[in-house]
């Protein structure tokens, strides 16, 4: 009886290592990293779509251990992309991101962006920091064709790091987006979830995640944005990916998936 209880004490607690792992964060969830810490645009990184052409168009540069956009009136829209024929149809950005300069304007913005159409001139969904930096001005746009009119507040500072996250589920027909401080603990609710065919008819899904970079080629609108530490992922993550060191990259646990 007492071989009986050891050997079922062990497969106890056997099920329980295997319960504990399958409830661990699950790091494969993360498709694609880059941190840009070796100061060169990987081949991996699409800039010279058609929008990239146009009058004023985007300066993207990676230098310092980021990517910025330096043209401060660039036309909109201003993508940097990833494209991976094994992204799925579900999938999510996160993102460090500074703004350097700003000019409130209806064409000031910058973001993230998801489900990005080479069919349609390289629009998409988008979540973005729009027109202002204090008040309602967090937005999604369906590039080209509508606001979604739902506006936020978040307080966004000049030279300051923020995350900024969007997720698009093909399952629910929902998009979902926030924004916290680089520091902060992240927020565990989205800050906005709409229904993604709610504002300017729905889009199919790409394979094309991408940076918005800011636009802001009326009037005063003069911006300047960089990125830091960007990360794509599906419906599984991401997982503990916020946590930074010192010196403001992630956790050394993420450098064996980065992607370049």
Same mark, same amino acid.
């Given at each position: 009886?007492?071989?009986?209880?050891?050997?079922?004490?062990?497969?106890?607690?056997?099920?329980?290592?295997?319960?504990?792992?399958?409830?661990?964060? #699950?790091?494969?969830?993360?498709?694609?990293?880059? =941190?840009?810490? %070796? @100061?060169?645009? +990987?081949?991996? &990184? !699409? $800039?010279?779509?058609?929008?990239?052409?146009?009058?004023?168009?985007?300066?993207?540069?990676?230098?310092?251990?980021?990517?910025?956009?330096?043209?401060?009136?660039?036309?909109?829209?201003?993508?940097?992309?990833?494209?991976?024929?094994?992204?799925?149809?579900?999938?999510?950005?996160?993102?460090?991101?500074?703004?350097?300069?700003?000019?409130?304007?209806?064409? #000031?913005?910058?973001?993230?962006?998801?489900?990005? =159409?080479?069919? %349609? @001139?390289?629009? +998409?969904?988008? &979540? !973005? $920091?729009?027109?202002?930096?204090?008040?309602?001005?967090?937005?999604?746009?369906?590039?080209?064709?509508?606001?979604?009119?739902?506006?936020?507040?978040?307080?966004?500072?000049?030279?300051?790091?923020?995350?900024?996250?969007?997720?698009?589920?093909?399952?629910?027909?929902?998009?979902?987006?926030?924004?916290?401080?680089?520091?902060?603990?992240?927020?565990?609710?989205?800050?906005?979830?709409?229904?993604?065919?709610?504002?300017?008819?729905?889009?199919?899904?790409?394979?094309?995640?991408?940076?918005?970079?800011?636009?802001?080629?009326?009037?005063?609108?003069?911006?300047?944005?960089?990125?830091?530490?960007?990360?794509?992922?599906?419906?599984?993550?991401?997982?503990?990916?916020?946590?930074?060191?010192?010196?403001?990259?992630?956790?050394?646990?993420?450098?064996?998936?980065?992607?370049?």
């Amino acid at each position: 009886m007492k071989s009986f209880k050891l050997v079922y004490g062990f497969h106890l607690a056997g099920m329980a290592i295997m319960l504990c792992l399958a409830a661990a964060p #699950a790091f494969t969830k993360t498709l694609f990293h880059d =941190d840009f810490s %070796d @100061n060169r645009l +990987g081949p991996e &990184w !699409l $800039v010279g779509h058609p929008q990239q052409e146009a009058v004023n168009a985007p300066q993207w540069v990676e230098d310092g251990g980021v990517l910025t956009q330096l043209e401060e009136a660039s036309g909109d829209t201003t993508y940097a992309i990833v494209e991976d024929n094994s992204f799925p149809d579900a999938i999510g950005v996160m993102v460090k991101m500074r703004l350097e300069t700003w000019g409130d304007n209806d064409r #000031a913005r910058a973001g993230v962006g998801v489900w990005i =159409d080479p069919d %349609d @001139n390289y629009n +998409g969904y988008t &979540w !973005l $920091v729009h027109e202002r930096l204090d008040d309602t001005n967090m937005e999604f746009l369906n590039d080209r064709r509508a606001w979604a009119n739902e506006e936020e507040t978040f307080l966004v500072e000049l030279n300051t790091w923020y995350w900024i996250s969007m997720f698009i589920d093909s399952g629910t027909g929902d998009i979902s987006g926030k924004i916290w401080a680089v520091g902060d603990d992240e927020p565990t609710e989205w800050l906005k979830t709409l229904p993604y065919a709610s504002f300017g008819g729905e889009r199919q899904p790409t394979k094309l995640v991408g940076l918005n970079g800011g636009s802001g080629n009326v009037g005063s609108a003069a911006n300047v944005v960089s990125f830091d530490d960007v990360i794509i992922f599906d419906s599984g993550g991401p997982d503990s990916l916020t946590p930074v060191e010192p010196g403001g990259k992630l956790a050394t646990t993420w450098s064996a998936i980065k992607s370049k």
